[in-house]
């Protein structure tokens, strides 16, 4: 069988990509960019924020041994959803925090889980979560795939 993708934007997608691959079920969690308007975008340009792309993390799965409800869970539990534009310190466009859905079934099961999370009383503040239906995805240069591996950061 397949693998099934869902693509994510939560900020930098360094700690996005550890975090998914953390996933039992995950084949493999790729950064890279979507959203936006530019072909074949670099990370120089993304950073502009003139390029509509957003830092996202491809993620190829197994749904026989991951569901798409439990990688939304974990997308919920690796960022603040209710920050516009920024994650910490990281402020423009392209570290929105966005849903690219590749399916009717991941749009329904995406807007149900931004409704849930949005009333669960666990954010302070309302969740700003965009929910788009998922365009072309560019893959990040090498130097940013298995970032924080490659520099032997660990996550615990």
Known sequence: MAATLATYGAGCFWGVE?????????????????????ENPTYQAVCTDT????EV?????????????QLLERFW?????TTLNRQGPD???????????????????AQSSKE?????????RPVVTAIEPAGVFYAAEDYHQRYFEKQGILRH
Request: net charge negative; charged share 20%; glycine share 10%.
């Open 18 to 38: 550890a975090a998914f691959r953390e996933v039992e079920g995950v084949d493999d969690a790729v950064s890279g960019y979507s959203g936006g308007t530019m």
């Open 51 to 54: 390029t509509g792309h957003v």
């Open 57 to 69: 993390v491809q993620v190829s799965y197994d749904p026989e041994a991951v569901s798409y409800e």
């Open 91 to 109: 402020r423009g466009r392209q570290y929105r925090s966005v849903i690219f859905f590749h399916t009717p079934e991941q749009e329904a099961i």
């Open 116 to 124: 849930a999370a949005n009333s669960s009383g666990r954010f302070p």
């Open 77 to 81: 539990s690796i960022h603040d959803p």
